[in-house]
């Protein structure tokens, strides 16, 4: 069995430094621009390239996370970004944006992209459609169980899998909480953990209902291996460099001897920083059949016991060497050779000295392999030292020295080299054109409660009414009379996330929408395109896929989206600004309440009885000012443990239906209503 990579966070040179000499694999950091942990310290330029650098002097690999949703007019500098870190020695890109994404494999294609967990990849479909995108690696969403992980990974697909540290309450990149509520938004690397704040949660006990406490995989080592994932990822970006070196200096050992984590360890790993503990029951499905002690705050005593911990340890780390080879040639009457070589790469210095015949006690190969075993304050460390001599060579200590540092210079220079990459000529965007002006947007009605389907003929224009996919396993026909009356075609909405073992399910579900007059899906995770294209729906791209430049709108069109909806964080300047080849239709949400939040884990559930009142609402989740927002369930399809997930809803109802103007300046084809 192949041994995955260990992944540590950087967010700082300090915490770089620490994750090196714990004996990392791979680093992950970010620049000041353009990543999803603005909170960091991060890297500007220079200590970028340093830190580049340090890297690839240590032989560990650089994961530069740009992976924030940007807008059009962001969109050259992050392109910029990364041919900069390409110059400097970048290994590979995590990127959220497929806008972005696309640009960078059609200017640079050889550049190794990784999809951000903020892809929201959740299937073998998902993974498949973001290999098929350009990206070498994907990384897992953290709510996928061992038996899913391994399903993908199984199918040849690259993958990496969060072990340890903080869990968002919320599916990655489906959160519009923070955005919402705080003017932080989580796609754009501001996100305020409003999932940390107390809330009340109709008849719940617990305070903190959306708190879940970190992840830790430390007791399932021997999952965690055969899962095969390629790269294991430790989060915490935020945290500080003694934490960064604690946890993954542990997390070696675990790797390396094949364990689980001691109680010691386990221990430690909570004093270094924890919610009341850690869980796990994402990984093992535990949380199918209980789930309520996966959550967790920061409490008094946790803070206490980092705190005695971190006082009590050391604070500078052990350095970590690269291990080289050597090679020695000293002969007489020739010049004095020495060849240092890591990895692929070799250098060769010969130096000025001639080596003169000995009249008496001549140089010995293990007196000059001691020599060159002394690397001192270089980052290199003698792995193999080989010496060429005939036995009678006269070489005085000061030209081995000299010779010595010289190759060992010579290896730091071509280790950290700058690469030599072709300024790109095409700048990714030149197949976008402006839109025309839209003079009557159509409407589109998306349900959430079917008791209000009599709300349709409040609306002119109505093209477009969507239904969630649970209505079609037993559809009321009167409800789709309705639509039909109304001139309008009916659609299904889909599940944001729909695990491999819900595929089957979906599908019987759609085929049936299909015979009953469905049209299009409302599809807000490409990895559900192929689903609804199987059964002859066109696709109506969802709130959901985070649409923020016109780039990703093309991607979208490539994949055959007939209709996108744009996300509801773009200001109506940055819809403008998105443009099009005049054939994909552009929606925009203009009424109700945003849905922010899709929850794996039931919180009514966990803190109470579920009476699955899916189409009607399942609670209110009250935060601190009194604001109300209603909880919803979603139907899993799977048929096992809890039937359903949870769906967050706004508080307060957006409305932009009676605001001309405003209208006007989004300009989009489309208008959607959620009721």
């Not at 010995?364 to 460390?381: M, V």
Request: glycine share 8%; with cysteine.
């Amino acid at each position: 069995m192949k041994k995955p990579l260990l992944l540590a966070p950087c967010g700082s040179f300090e915490a770089l430094n620490a994750a090196i000499s714990a004996g990392a694999d791979e680093v992950y950091f970010g620049s000041h621009s353009f990543n999803a942990r603005y909170g960091a310290k991060n890297f500007d330029n220079d200590e970028m390239r340093s830190a580049l650098d340090l890297c690839r002097i240590h032989g560990v690999k650089s994961n530069i996370t740009v992976n924030t949703c940007l807008t059009d007019r962001e969109l050259k500098d992050a392109l910029n970004l990364v041919y900069n870190a390409l110059c400097m020695g970048a290994d590979c890109f995590i990127v959220q944006d497929l806008g972005l994404a696309s640009a960078i494999k059609r200017t640079m294609p050889e550049t190794v992209l990784h999809a951000s967990t903020q892809c929201a990849c959740h299937s073998l479909e998902g993974a498949k459609k973001l290999r098929e995108l350009g990206f070498d690696r994907v990384v897992l969403a953290r709510e996928m169980s061992f038996e899913d992980i391994k399903s993908i990974s199984d199918a040849g697909i690259e993958t990496e899998i969060f072990v340890h540290g903080a869990l968002c309450v919320c599916h990655s990149g489906m959160c519009l909480m923070s955005s919402v509520i705080g003017k932080r938004s989580g796609n754009r690397g501001m996100c305020a953990q409003p999932c940390r704040l107390p809330y009340t949660l109709s008849g719940a006990k617990n305070a903190y209902p959306l708190s879940l406490k970190d992840m830790s995989l430390s007791k399932d080592i021997d999952k965690v291996l055969s899962s095969g994932a390629a790269s294991l990822k430790i989060e915490g970006r935020r945290k500080s460099p003694e934490y960064v070196y604690g946890v993954t200096s542990i997390w070696r050992k675990l790797i390396d001897e094949g364990k689980n984590a001691s109680e010691k360890e386990y221990e430690r790993l909570c004093g270094l920083f924890s919610r009341g503990g850690f869980t796990d029951s994402y990984f093992t499905s535990h949380y199918l059949s209980d789930n309520r002690n996966m959550y967790g705050v920061r409490s008094e005593d946790d803070k206490q016991s980092t705190s005695r911990l971190l006082n009590g340890s050391d604070k500078a780390f052990p350095e970590r060497k690269r291990e080289i080879s050597l090679e020695c040639t000293a002969k007489p009457d020739e010049p004095l050779k020495v060849c240092a070589s890591c990895g692929n790469v070799s250098v060769n210095h010969v130096s000025d000295f001639i080596c003169g015949r000995a009249k008496s006690a001549p140089v010995t190969k293990d007196e000059i392999a001691l020599n060159l075993s002394k690397l001192g304050s270089t980052p290199f460390s003698a792995h193999e030292i080989r010496v060429n001599t005939n036995g009678d060579v006269f070489l005085p200590k000061s030209a081995l020295n000299a010779a010595r540092r010289s190759a060992a210079d010579a290896l730091y220079a071509a280790l950290t080299e700058p690469k030599h990459i072709s300024t790109p000529e095409d700048d990714g965007f030149s197949d976008c054109i402006a839109r025309k002006k839209v003079s009557q947007p159509e409407i589109h009605i998306s349900f959430v409660n079917l008791s209000d389907i009599s709300e349709i003929s409040a609306y002119k224009n109505v093209k477009y009414v969507s239904l969630p996919l649970e209505f079609f396993e037993d559809p009321d026909v009167g409800v789709l009379e309705k639509i039909k009356s109304c001139g309008a075609i009916t659609g299904v909405r889909l599940p944001r996330v729909i695990f491999n073992t819900e595929y089957d399910g979906c599908l019987r579900a759609l085929e049936k929408a299909a015979g009953l007059g469905a049209k299009y899906a409302l599809v807000s995770n490409i990895g559900h395109a192929d689903m609804a294209k199987k059964v002859g729906l066109s696709l109506f791209g969802g709130i959901g896929l985070n649409v923020f430049n016109s780039r990703n709108v093309s991607v979208l069109e490539s994949l055959g989206f007939d209709t996108v909806t744009l996300s509801p964080e773009l200001n109506s300047a940055q819809m403008r600004d998105i443009k099009t080849n005049g054939k994909i239709k552009l929606c925009a949400f203009a009424k109700g309440r945003l849905p922010l939040m899709t929850l794996e884990s039931c919180i009514v559930r966990a803190n109470g009885k579920c009476e699955h009142k899916n189409s009607t609402g399942c609670a209110l989740l009250t935060d601190r000012k009194g604001y109300k927002f209603p909880v919803y369930g979603e139907k899993r399809f799977c048929g096992s443990g809890y039937p359903c997930r949870n769906i967050i809803y706004n508080s307060v109802s957006a409305d932009i239906l009676s605001k001309k103007d405003e209208i006007s300046k989004i300009n989009a084809d489309i208008l959607t209503v959620i009721i």
